[in-house]
């Protein structure tokens, strides 16, 4: 079983910027794509970025494309999502999650998911 983690979820007012970490307990098999998706009141959850955490490579949701960037430290075990120029409709909860290919990630089959941190981006 992983565990995942999530904090710095917040309130920010538009154009300001947030860091959401991921704690994992341990990196394994199923821990080699993890990501960030989110969810909106109303809305379908959705996926916002991943990372391939053996090579680095990463791919992003065009409407956070340039805004965000997922990054991992593997040394920590943890994921972040560096989060700037928010807009209002940033606005939902947060998930990490963690699979053990990206494309079953992008599809939201997960093996493992966080609890999720709250994001409210004000105008």
């Known amino acids: 079983q992983v565990q995942l983690v999530e904090s710095g979820g917040g309130s920010v007012q538009a154009g300001g910027s947030l860091r959401l970490s991921c704690a994992a307990s341990?990196?394994?098999?199923?821990?080699?794509?993890m990501g960030w998706f989110r969810q909106a009141p109303g809305k379908e959850r959705e996926g916002v970025a991943i990372i391939w955490t053996g090579g680095g490579v990463t791919s992003y949701a065009d409407s956070v494309k340039g805004r965000f960037t997922i990054s991992q430290d593997n040394a920590k075990n943890t994921l972040y999502l560096q989060m700037n120029s928010l807009k209002s409709e940033d606005t939902a909860m947060y998930y990490c999650?963690?699979?053990?290919?990206?494309?079953?990630?992008?599809?939201?089959?997960?093996?493992?998911w966080g609890q999720g941190t709250q994001v409210t981006v004000s105008s």
């Open positions: 999650a963690a699979a053990s290919s990206c494309v079953r990630l992008w599809a939201g089959r997960a093996d493992y």
């Open positions: 341990k990196y394994t098999y199923s821990t080699s794509c």
